[in-house]
Antibody, heavy 125, light 107 residues
Framework: QVQLVQSGSELKKPGASVKVSCKASAYTFTNYAIHWVRQAPGQGLEWMGWINTNTGNPTYAQGFTGRFVFSLDSSVSTAHLQISSLKAEDTAIYYC??????????????????WGQGTLVTVSS | DIQMTQSPSSLSASVGDRVTITCRASQDINNYLAWFQQKPGKAPKSLIYSASTLQSGVPSRFSGSGSGTDFTLTISSLQPEDFGTYYCQHYHSFPRTFGQGTNLEIK
């Protein structure tokens, strides 16, 4: 069955960087986009952006440009989220989720059917 | 950007009740609308896509309807395990915004 397994919780100091991984299994990784979603403590879901796993092209939502980077290691079916210059307000659970099917030329919009278990990133001095 | 507005923000209902949650988009999104259920400490679970299609394994007491800008999620007979927070999300265009969530409590 399709699974997305994320890396474990992280405790970082302000100004540091963190890299969250999302390993996919039981499907062809490069056929489906990966989306990233943030959930701050006690808050709702916030869409951060997505990466086309076919082309490697990332798209970032407003508010997630500059310090946030989506990347891939397709050889091991893994997507990464890197956050640099961490701030206390980056403390949140970060989820990856499988999105649309993408061919070499186009993507077909779809909902987020499969989700990772989430990775808690805590930023504290 | 398309804004998604859910109502109510919270509700309390009894087992067996019929529960309806609404989601309104700020512009026409056709039927590019999904619903998710999230329980405390867990990842969101996909319930419905294309506004009205149940994901495999989702109980038939859940249903979705609507098109354009107005959508509803209905639980026909509330069960104890249905507590949690429900979110809508559009996937018509980018950014793919979520509603603010509806916290459902069982009386």
């Amino acid at each position: 069955q399709v699974q997305l397994v994320q890396s474990g919780s992280e405790l970082k100091k302000p100004g540091a960087s963190v890299k969250v991984s999302c390993k996919a299994s039981a499907y062809t990784f490069t056929n489906y986009a990966i989306h990233w979603v943030r959930q701050a403590p006690g808050q709702g879901l916030e869409w951060m952006g997505w990466i086309n796993t076919n082309t490697g092209n990332p798209t970032y939502a407003q508010g997630f440009t500059g310090r946030f980077v989506f990347s891939l290691d397709s050889s091991v079916s893994t997507a990464h989220l890197q956050i640099s210059s961490l701030k206390a307000e980056d403390t949140a659970i970060y989820y990856c989720a499988r999105g649309e099917y993408c061919s070499t030329t186009t993507c077909f919009a779809s909902s987020l059917e499969y989700w990772g278990q989430g990775t808690l990133v805590t930023v504290s001095s | 950007d398309i804004q998604m507005t859910q109502s109510p923000s919270s509700l309390s209902a009894s087992v067996g009740d019929r529960v309806t949650i609404t989601c309104r988009a700020s512009q026409d999104i056709n039927n590019y609308l999904a619903w998710f259920q999230q329980k405390p400490g867990k990842a969101p679970k996909s319930l419905i896509y294309s506004a009205s299609t149940l994901q495999s394994g989702v109980p038939s007491r859940f249903s979705g309807s609507g098109s354009g800008t107005d959508f509803t999620l209905t639980i026909s007979s509330l069960q104890p395990e249905d507590f949690g927070t429900y979110y809508c999300q559009h996937y018509h265009s980018f950014p793919r915004t979520f509603g603010q969530g509806t916290n459902l409590e069982i009386k």
